[in-house]
């Protein structure tokens, strides 16, 4: 599970005193103003401000001059504008543009793509202290993007970039920790890079140590503290999150049970496509746990669900069908779900999937049988 396939720049220009550099105070206030002014999405004026600093050599003009053209902020996008202007300010040592034009090599945007020059300029700036070239040479082993695989050197240098307080690269440490990827697997060490990721909001982190919590893998189980992280998560949008502490509400788990709440945070995942908050939204409405009963309403979320391959269900479904409850009764579609399940495995299938054919056939006999005695009376009326 890993956060980033593509190789990640900087887009926002951030303030000179945030990243130490040292330029002529003659510039410094013309740099300040275009900062403020990019921040403002003043794009236009920012550019202004930007580009006679960047014709006269300041290579934090420069850079920021390449991400207007790379990003397309109040101009169109122009990589190869970009890669110049990166390359200028790259050429002076600065350490962001050294990271954002690696991106556009190992990304092949502007330049032909060439992962070899892509580390070589990563390198260059993770020396000058960037972690997030750190992360992104790691990314590149990781994924064997260009470079044979290799796992422990992906290792290394999340570490470096995570020893930086990047938190993609703490919550990439306890994935790979906790799956034993390029380390020895080790839940405890996993924990605690995903508590370091999730105390600065990576969201991903939180759930993951929610689980952790709630197992009690590498952790004390601890069903409050799982409900807190999911909590946040939930609350940060994450669908896997919403279902979990929808669940967390639904059964009790360290909260006072409340379907109420189990409801709303199912629907908030149903909503946003998760197929897990779409059955188990369903399944509120067929039961009428703390809600009216309501098989209609169970079957729209279902069927949903279903769609997606969530295999309990399609059983649902097709059982629904097949008795005409929630839906239009239906043997043909029930026929359709349940040969659906068959083709996935589901041996228990062949059951309803035999009682739906008997279905079919008794009432084929029926409606043959209906349209005989109704003409043998019509013709003998007559």
Excluded at 127 to 136: A, D, L, Q, T
Excluded at 227 to 256: C, H, P
Excluded at 284 to 305: C, F, M, Q, T
Excluded at 359 to 377: K, P, Q, R
Aim: proline share 2%; net charge negative.
């Amino acid at each position: 599970m890993m956060k980033c396939m593509r190789q990640c720049r900087y887009l926002i220009v951030v303030f000179l005193t945030i990243l130490g550099l040292v330029v002529p105070a003659a510039y410094a206030g013309p740099l300040e103003d275009a900062q403020a002014a990019y921040e403002a999405r003043d794009y236009e004026t920012a550019r202004t401000l930007w580009l006679p600093l960047a014709e006269r050599g300041i290579a934090e003009a420069q850079y920021s001059i390449g991400v207007l053209y790379d990003f397309g902020h109040g101009i169109g996008t122009d990589d190869k504008l970009a890669v110049e202007w990166y390359r200028k300010a790259a050429d002076k040592g600065n350490k962001l543009a050294l990271n954002n034009l690696g991106a556009m090599y190992a990304d092949g945007e502007g330049v032909e793509k060439d992962t070899g020059r892509a580390i070589s300029l990563y390198e260059q700036a993770a020396r000058r202290g960037n972690p997030r070239s750190m992360e992104n040479i790691a990314y590149l082993y990781y994924h064997g993007a260009g470079v044979d695989k290799n796992l422990q050197l992906a290792v290394t240098w999340f570490r470096k970039a995570a020893d930086n307080k990047m938190s993609g690269s703490q919550f990439e440490l306890g994935y790979m920790h906790e799956y034993g990827l390029g380390v020895a697997e080790d839940q405890a060490a996993a924990a605690n890079w995903y508590r370091l990721a999730a105390g600065q909001g990576e969201v991903i982190a939180q759930y993951n140590l929610g689980l952790m919590y709630l197992q009690g893998r590498g952790v004390e189980k601890d069903y409050k503290q799982a409900a807190e992280l999911f909590r946040s998560a939930a609350e940060a949008k994450d669908a896997d999150a919403q279902v979990q502490i929808g669940m967390i509400y639904e059964n009790g788990t360290g909260v006072a049970q409340d379907w109420q709440l189990a409801r709303e945070w199912y629907d908030k995942a149903a909503k946003s496509g998760n197929a897990y908050g779409q059955y188990n939204l369903g399944v509120i409405y067929y039961n009428g746990s703390g809600v009216p009963r309501d098989h209609e309403l169970a079957g729209i979320w279902l069927l949903k669900a279903a769609e997606q391959g969530h295999s309990t269900s399609q059983q649902l479904v097709a059982e629904m069908y097949l008795n005409g409850d929630g839906f239009a009764r239906s043997p043909a579609r029930a026929i359709k779900w349940y040969r659906t399940l068959i083709k996935q495995g589901n041996v228990e299938a062949y059951g309803g999937l035999y009682i739906a054919f008997v279905t079919v056939a008794t009432d084929a006999i029926s409606n043959t049988l209906e349209s005989w005695f109704g003409y043998e009376l019509q013709h003998r009326a007559l």
